[in-house]
Nanobody, 115 residues
Framework: QVQLVESGGGLVQPGGSLRLSCAAS????????MGWYRQAPGKQRELVAN???????NYADSVKGRFTISRDNSKKKVYLQMNSLKAEDTAVYYC?????????WGQGTQVTVSS
């Protein structure tokens, strides 16, 4: 059974930081491209950042310079370090695993940026 379990979300003030984690099980983690997506109320789900099996990363323009994605294949985890958070970063953040035609999603973790 494949599981992607996100953690690390919560309430943070503008300018603050959070680190999201996603623990994978049931997949050969090292061959999957991993990504973080987010969905704000009334908006479509959007890509935040992804990282290939080789470690190359890609970011949405809105988070470049503030967020960093990383992965630890030995722990089967992917992380999203989020700094200088803004109110517009408020959303449910989802972990994604993709390999060829196969894709899995986590259940999401809420991030709320508010004073």
């Amino acid at each position: 059974q494949v599981q992607l379990v996100e953690s690390g979300g919560g309430l943070v003030q503008p300018g603050g930081s959070l680190r999201l984690s996603c623990a994978a099980s049931g997949i050969i983690f090292s061959v999957y491209a991993m990504g973080w997506y987010r969905q704000a109320p009334g908006k479509q789900r959007e890509l935040v950042a992804n990282i290939t099996r080789y470690g190359s990363s890609n970011y949405a323009d809105s988070v470049k310079g503030r967020f960093t994605i990383s992965r630890d294949n030995s722990k089967k985890k992917v992380y999203l370090q989020m700094n200088s958070l803004k109110a517009e970063d408020t959303a449910v953040y989802y972990c994604n695993a993709e390999f060829q035609e196969t894709e899995y999603w986590g259940q999401g973790t809420q991030v709320t940026v508010s004073s």
